[in-house]
């Protein structure tokens, strides 16, 4: 059984969207799965990076979105997205520089943002994108 699992509870019926968030599944998994099996410091770190440079290109396209349908809560996403960027780069940087392991906790508040922030702030969007034709 895989770490996070991807269901239709996380669909925003978007399938541009869905598909980035099932690549972001899979690499929470990948770095569960390497981190499980022990792959050393510069592995966990290569992954750790693919993950930080793929969640900012997931939210750039959902941020580029917003703001060309004018979504009324793009600040508030984006402060969430920002926020969220910030703690991935804190983590880059306290692991390379041995301050921090990557712990079951690191990788559940990962799973649970990503989960949390589908569900409590995406599925805001919806409407509004697909009343502007994405499906
Ligand atoms: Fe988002």
Known sequence: MAY?????????SISEIDE???NLVAQINTLHDAMRSGKGKDALEKILGELADYTQ??????????????FSEY???????DAFVAKV?????AYASGQLGLSIEVMKFLRDWVAGHIK????????????????
């Open 4 to 12: 996070m699992n991807w269901s239709d509870d996380l669909s925003v």
């Open 120 to 135: 409590g702030s995406d599925t805001h969007y919806i409407t509004c994108f697909q009343d502007h034709g994405l499906n």
């Open 89 to 93: 780069a804190e983590f880059q940087r």
């Open 57 to 70: 290109y997931h939210f750039g396209t959902e941020e580029e979105y917003m703001r060309e349908f004018g």
């Open 75 to 81: 600040s508030t996403h984006k402060k969430q997205h």
């Open 20 to 22: 980035q968030h099932k």
